[in-house]
């Protein structure tokens, strides 16, 4: 097991994501001593927890609420991020069908330290099974009298349940609001903050699921005993969703400072097929890939993965077993960021669809050399030019895989042909 | 669309006041459930209902991928084609459901029972590969499996046509 468990430690059964099931396991007291601590020393505690966002940027949790500073008497939003959307995450889900009152309690606690009155959950629209849970969740809540109606200290809370309908950038925070709004979910330059002008111009906070997850456990537990868990700069767990050519694909949750190698081998089943491995996409296929021989000595933490030029993100990761085409796999990946680019940016409309184009090119045997340094100088031009942080994940992930494969791309280029069967699946 | 409008109401209740334009996403959400796509009277009735402009309904519906103007097969098959899927056999999976059906990704059948789409991940990559029929997501889908979940729907198809 990797490590000790924070939001992962209790048996999954027909009915573990029940209020009783959850309150059974001491759900919602936490509520209870939290509404009896003033708001602010909420806000120090999670602050204090050291708690880092889950949703990919790893921006510390405490810092983001502190720029909110809720004033009485006026208007502020929160919003649960659960869009996941990045390719290979698939570790919400796992709080949204398992634990829905693990995160309707924690958006209970997270609101009444931010003086929020309401609160939405914005869903992917594909999700089936995890909206029901959700909706299902906060239905229970409402009939308990948890939302809707004042509590013991007159704090009251409603929660929307907002559904998306197929796009990558709703994932993002400022398009996320604006997809609330009503409108095509165009993300929006910053300054100003969110949480100084956000949905609908109110100061808004916006996290991550799995983020906000953790906020009842920080109460309950306080920060100092939450630090224990993990390592001094990366406290607490991180939900690894792993993917790929790995025998026991799944979500674990791992404790920071895990061995990174450990894990893959011991924990997941190690390859499939008992394949060898040939690198991995650590956190999200935005982040860029590291070999077998990088991630040898790393453990899993921040500081010991972004040090290798990585990074967790959003805990998306995906095992990749030798002979498999990176040519092809780039293909894929530019294809997707294409097709979710929202068009609003010169840079990312016009950088995303070239690429597509080159790539495709290329695997169609009618590469040329210059081909690789377009693809470079695209990724580059992308990087800081952008609206949203999408046109510099796929340059970052572009060249994360021209770095260390460039001779598959050569001899693609040359050769017309795969440098291996232009396979992306891992066979026995 | 006239007829949902009390369960509009109660959507709006729910919402704090002043957000009048953010029901136009899940209404546009019902509306689609209920007639399979969104129809230009319906346009014209949530513009009326919501008073927001026009514009702005039009562009949320031709922006987002699940939102349709245009009706499609009465079996929604949408297999994922990204990273972890395509690693775990989706190429071959859609091969299969496009000679299957003798449709390509897009496409409906001429008995207008199927249309295929391929679509992004999921958030379903470590049971991959995956497709969705209707609202139900396929996990570890195999071709046999695709074979038989096809073969149970057109026997479900003919019990429905019987009736
Ligand atoms: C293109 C794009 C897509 C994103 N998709 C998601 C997503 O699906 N889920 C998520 O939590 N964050 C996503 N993010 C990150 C959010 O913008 C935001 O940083 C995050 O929700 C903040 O939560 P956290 O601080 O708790 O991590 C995305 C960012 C970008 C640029
Ligand atoms: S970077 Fe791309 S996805 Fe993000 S706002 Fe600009 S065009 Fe849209
Ligand atoms: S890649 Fe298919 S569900 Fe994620």
């Known amino acids: 097991m990797p490590g000790r468990k924070l939001i992962m430690n209790f048996e999954v059964t027909p009915t573990s994501h029940t209020l009783e099931a959850y309150r059974a396991r ?4 936490t509520l209870e001593k939290a509404l009896a601590m003033e708001p602010a020393d909420i806000t120090k505690e999670v602050t204090a927890s050291g708690l880092l966002g889950h949703g990919g940027a790893a ?40 634990a829905p009152h693990l995160l309707v309690e924690s958006m209970l606690i997270t609101s009444y330290a ?37 509590q013991a200290n007159g704090f009251t809370l409603d929660i929307v349940v907002y559904r998306g309908a197929g796009s990558y950038v709703c994932g993002e925070a400022s398009g996320l609001i604006t997809s ?58 991180q939900l690894i969703s792993i993917s790929g050519h790995i025998a026991k694909p799944g979500v674990y949750e791992v404790e920071y400072g895990y061995p990174w190698a450990k894990f893959l081998d011991e924990d997941c089943g190690g390859m499939l ?25 790393l453990n899993l933490s921040h500081e010991s993965v972004n040090p290798a030029g990585s990074g967790l993100g959003s805990g998306g990761m995906i095992a990749i077993a030798e002979g498999t085409c990176m040519v092809r796999f780039l293909q894929v990946l530019l294809r997707f960021y294409h097709h979710e680019s ?87 | 669309m006239k007829h949902l409008i009390p369960e509009f109401e109660k959507m709006k209740e729910r919402f704090p006041a002043g957000f009048e334009p953010s029901l136009v996403l899940p209404c546009l959400h019902r509306i689609q459930k209920d007639r399979g796509y969104v129809a230009d009277e319906d346009i014209d009735g949530l513009v009326a209902y919501l008073g927001v402009p ?30 972890a899927c395509s690693m775990r056999g989706a190429e071959g999976v859609i091969d299969h459901a496009c000679k299957r059906l003798g449709v390509k990704p897009g496409g409906t059948t001429a008995d207008g029972k199927f249309t295929l789409s391929t679509v992004e991940c999921l958030g379903s990559c470590g049971t ?36």
């Open chain 1, 59 to 98: 921006f510390p949790v405490g810092r983001k609420w502190g720029v909110m500073k809720p004033n009485p008497g006026e208007i502020h939003y929160l919003c649960a991020n659960a869009d996941e959307g990045e390719p290979g995450t698939f570790k919400d889900r796992w709080i949204l069908e398992n």
């Open chain 1, 114 to 150: 931010l003086g929020v009155r309401h609160a939405f959950v914005y869903i992917r629209g594909e999700f089936d099974l995890p909206y029901r849970r959700i909706q299902g969740a906060i239905d229970e809540a409402y009939a308990a009298g948890l939302l809707g109606r004042p």
């Open chain 2, 54 to 83: 026009r514009i702005q309904v039009e562009e949320v519906l031709s922006y987002y991928t699940m939102l349709r103007r245009e009706g499609i097969g009465r079996t929604h098959l949408q297999i994922c084609r990204n990273i």
């Open chain 2, 128 to 163: 991959a590969p995956v497709m969705m029929v209707n609202d139900a997501y396929h996990e570890n889908l195999t071709l046999a499996e695709l074979d038989r979940l096809i073969g149970e729907l057109v026997v479900e198809e003919r019990a429905g046509e019987k009736k």
């Open chain 1, 180 to 237: 609330i709004e009503g409108r095509k979910p165009y993300p929006r330059n910053r300054p100003p903050r969110l949480t100084v002008r956000g949905l609908f111009q109110k100061p808004t906070v916006i996290n991550n699921v799995e983020s906000l997850a953790n906020i009842t456990g920080i109460i309950r537990m306080g920060a100092e005993e939450f630090r224990k868990v993990g390592t001094p700069k990366s406290p607490g767990t």
């Open chain 1, 26 to 29: 001491g759900g919602y007291q």
């Open chain 1, 273 to 297: 097929h008992g394949a060898k491995m040939k690198c991995v996409v650590p956190g999200g296929i935005s982040t860029k890939v590291l070999t077998r021989a990088e991630i040898e000595p």
């Open chain 1, 342 to 428: 929202c068009g609003q940016c010169t840079p990312c409309r016009e950088g995303m669809g070239w690429m597509h184009k080159i790539i495709d090119r290329i695997v169609a045997g009618k590469g040329v050399p210059e081909d690789i340094e377009r693809l470079y100088a695209i990724s580059h031009a992308n990087d800081g030019t952008t609206i949203c942080g999408m046109g510099d994940a796929a340059g970052y992930a572009t060249v994360g895989i021209l770095n260390k494969y460039r001779d598959e791309f050569e001899y693609f280029i040359q050769n017309k042909r795969s440098k291996f069967d232009g396979r992306l699946e891992c066979l026995a």
